[in-house]
């Protein structure tokens, strides 16, 4: 992608109306903020939800919403075909084409179909088409499911290289509290760092219709920026609000501001993209030599291991204490961990997740 590119993922409460339908003109909003950002530059990649809300309006007859799997499955393959219609309208009336990309976390955690989905987005762009992203939910297992697409826009956004990711939802952005619970909650205009008390901030949804809420957000934000990538939580509803999420002016939203380093795209992989198969837990020696020197994890500094790991899936690497420190591809399996060479992650594959 070019220098100058962003991700943009709507939330589900944006995407519909009250009523479940969708919601046109938001995406008409969006589409016109797409074009205007094409024309100074930028490349453009739409990551969708709604498909659930919107396939159960049409299909529901004003039932109650299903909570089973199965079901909301079956309903999101009614919605989709819904969505995307939607999108192709709303983009048409600019002449645009849309092309419909839909990921499940296997795309992520496999290397090469990670970079055959890498290739696949670059080759809409190539071609001048939006590509509008979104869960393959029709058909993926409850027990690998992203959860949430907030995380699949963060990893979207790593997979092509994105310099900016825009979250737009139903709030201002990130506040200092739940407004429904404190009126004198404000807006946070900059967030430099993500730390415990500004996870702690961050309230779950309540809107009965989305499967994130801002604690994803700001999840998906901690993702991103440690990617390099510049974040925004923007309401979507907003005059521009696109445009003016990536404005600059931290007047608009919430900023999350992006690590002086960015992590090489291969070790961004591994941290946020690749599901962990088991843990290690090292001890002080070990941690220091990861955290201080960049020494590869070696066999005698693993205290403790736990996971049903083989040779080269991802493991997370825990302190002394317990707490998270790194994440990395193992080079042996939990069935022959103490035979074979001492190196049990290289250094060329573990990520470290925290500032010593």
């Known amino acids: 992608m070019t220098s100058r590119s962003v991700v943009v993922k709507i939330g589900t409460t944006s995407v519909t109306d009250d009523r479940g339908g969708v919601a046109h003109d938001v995406l008409a909003s969006v589409a016109a903020d797409v074009v205007e950002l ?163 901030v961050a309230g779950a949804s309540r809107s009965g219709v989305g499967s994130g809420g801002m604690a994803s957000k700001v999840a998906a934000a901690r993702m991103a920026t440690w990617s390099g990538v510049t974040t925004v939580i923007a309401p979507a509803r907003a005059t521009n609000p696109l445009v003016r999420a990536l404005g600059g002016s931290h007047d608009f939203g919430t900023t999350f501001e992006p690590r002086g380093e960015r992590l090489a795209a291969r070790k961004a992989w591994i941290a946020f993209a690749v599901a962990s198969a088991g843990v290690l837990r090292v001890n002080q020696g070990a941690l220091e030599a990861l955290e201080h020197h960049g020494r590869s994890l070696l066999r005698v500094g693993v205290d403790s291991y736990s996971g049903d790991f083989v040779d080269g899936d991802a493991v997370e690497i825990q302190g002394p204490r317990g707490d998270l420190v790194a994440k990395g591809l193992v080079r042996v399996s939990a069935e022959s961990f103490l035979e074979g060479d001492d190196v049990i992650v290289h250094r060329d594959d573990l990520v470290l997740l925290r500032r010593p």
């Open 38 to 200: 094409r024309t100074r530059g930028w490349s453009v990649v739409v990551v969708t939800s709604g498909a659930i809300t919107a396939g159960w309006a049409d299909v529901g007859a004003g039932r109650a919403r299903p909570t089973d799997s199965t079901t909301l499955q079956a309903v999101s393959a009614v919605g989709q075909p819904l969505l995307m219609d939607a999108w192709r309208r709303a983009f048409a009336v600019h002449r645009l084409s849309v092309g419909q990309v839909l990921l499940a976390p296997l795309d992520f955690s496999h290397r090469g179909q990670y970079l055959h989905a890498r290739s696949t987005l670059a080759a809409l762009a190539a071609l001048g088409v939006v590509a509008v992203v979104n869960e393959n939910d029709a058909v993926a297992d409850e027990e690998i499911r992203f959860g949430d697409n907030d995380r699949l826009a963060a990893l979207v956004a790593n997979l092509v290289t994105a310099s900016h990711l825009v979250l737009l939802t139903d709030t201002p952005g990130l506040l200092t509290a739940d407004p429904r619970l404190d009126p004198s909650a404000t807006l946070i205009d900059v967030v430099t760092s993500i730390d415990t008390d500004l996870e702690n």
